[in-house]
Structure formats: C-alpha cells, structure tokens
C-alpha cells in the first residue's frame, strides 16, 4: 500500500469486484475517513450497474475504485464528472469516445468503458461514495466472444503504458471534490451524450 497525506493506494493481484473490496474496508472502519484507491490486476466478479457482469480479464482492463467523501450535493453528478474526464481521456490516445447514459463510455457501438458509483449508507447517512472505473486497455477483438466490446489497444494500435494511465485518473478524481456542479456539467455537456 502506498500512502501520501491525501490518501492511500492498494494493489491487489486479484479481488472479487474492486467496489466491494473497499466496502468491506469501509464496514471495518466507518470513523477513518480515509481515501482509499484500490487497483486490482484482475476482478473474479466485477460487475456493472444492475450486477451485470463486467469482464475483468487478468493484465487486459484497468479495473480501478476510488473510496472517498464528498459533499452530498456532488452525489449525483460523479457519474458525470467522471465520464467526462473518460471521454477526454481517451482523446488523448486519439481515440473519440461518446457518453452513453447512465454510466458508460462507447467508442461506435461498442463499449470501451463502464462506471460503477455506490453510496455507502449506515442507518440514514451516507458513510463514503466509492467509484468504480473498468477501462478495456489491451483486449482483442476475439476476447469479447458475445459481447460488444472494444479496447483503447483495438482503437489506437498502440500500447498503453498502465501506470501513466492509473495517474491520470487518480489525478482527476482527486479533482473532483474541488469542482462546482456547475463546472461539472459545463464539462460534462461538451459530449456527445445517448441514452
């Protein structure tokens, strides 16, 4: 585990879904109010909205939950802050990427990437909010079997340095509990946006 004063990052070779892994860390301390990224190498169940199954293949996704404590005007605008900084993202690698309502990113018809917000609640209070991000880096075409799905090595024909990648996106979560809904939805607009 690596610490700084703001927060701590876990590895994990391999975790049943990264959002419940931190919700278990959550339920053993709810007083700590630490914020916590865990990056797992490989999810035996991760999951998706409605616990859809998201493939979480060893070494092929990054697969990454961030537990952290905003202000409760903020909840329901994480999802957006978050698929816009994604889109962007991906610009960066040359690749145009498009929101797709309520929680993932399409490049075409084909999903690239999913995300996943839970509030942890105890009695009536919202304890922490975890966000979980699975980002499809290095699959192939042939890995999806049935399912429509794409990857930033499919779409770009590079490889993706993994840690460059983890910063950027630690980067821009921690900025998100400096910004106003306002400048969260300007962002979040700027996108192409289906439902």
Partial sequence: MLKNRKYAIIYKEKVGSS??????????????????????????????????????????????????????????????????????????????????????????????????TESVIAGEKVKGVIVGIGLNLYYERGDFKDIKGTSMFIESKKLINKKKLEQQIINKLIELKSKTIEEIEIEFKKHKIIT
């Fill in 19 to 116: 959002n419940d892994y931190l919700k278990e860390l959550l339920a053993q301390d709810f007083s700590s109010q630490n914020e916590i990224f865990l990056i797992a190498k490989e999810q035996i169940k991760g999951r998706g909205q409605f616990a859809r199954k998201w493939l979480s293949e060893a070494d092929k996704g990054l697969y990454l939950s961030y537990l952290f404590y905003p202000g409760l005007e903020l909840l329901p605008y994480i999802n957006h802050w978050v698929a816009a900084f994604l889109v962007n993202l991906l610009a960066e690698y040359g690749i145009k990427g498009y929101i797709k309502l309520p929680n993932d990113i399409y490049v075409a018809d084909r999903k690239i990437a999913g995300i996943l």
